[in-house]
């Protein structure tokens, strides 16, 4: 298949999967990068392209290069974005919802808690049964969640 043919289907591709409003969370990550396979598929050198943005040939591939490797600036994809007539869009997308996210941390960050008294008690021969345990991690953890307590995440760290 010669390059422009190549061309002309790799468009075809990116339009199909770029377009129809996708949701950004089902966007491909594109191996090359989105800068370099949209130049490619618009048949625009990265000489070209470097003049387009205001930057060197060297600089674009530089830009290209960062991207792929996850460290390009939102300023400089915001320039590359304008030079081939595309939106940028950032997004931060929660894998579940911010409530679930919410309980899980704070049934853990209960489980924490828990788990100091008990092992406390555990010495004293004074543990608590499993049932009783899990209600008491149950009612930690919604007042965990209620009062948006700063221990959901504190106890992350370690």
Do not use: F
Request: aromatic share 2%.
């Amino acid at each position: 298949m010669n390059s422009r043919k190549a061309r002309a289907l790799r468009r075809k591709q990116l339009d199909k999967a770029l377009s129809s409003n996708p949701r950004v969370a089902d966007l491909p990550r594109l191996k090359n990068g989105y800068i370099r396979e949209l130049r490619t598929a618009l048949g625009i050198s990265s000489t070209r392209l470097g003049k387009m943005m205001n930057v060197s040939q060297p600089a674009l591939t530089k830009l290209e290069s960062n991207e792929r490797e996850g460290v390009i600036t939102l300023n400089s994809l915001q320039k590359a974005a304008n030079a081939l007539g595309c939106d940028l869009v950032y997004a931060l997308i929660p894998k579940t919802s911010l409530e679930t996210h919410l309980r899980i941390n704070a049934r853990e960050a209960a489980q924490e808690l828990i788990n100091e008294v008990n092992h406390s008690m555990i010495l004293e021969s004074q543990g608590a049964s499993k049932e009783y345990l899990q209600e008491e991690i149950d009612e930690i953890a919604d007042s965990l969640v209620a009062n948006l307590d700063k221990r959901i995440w504190d106890l992350r760290e370690n």
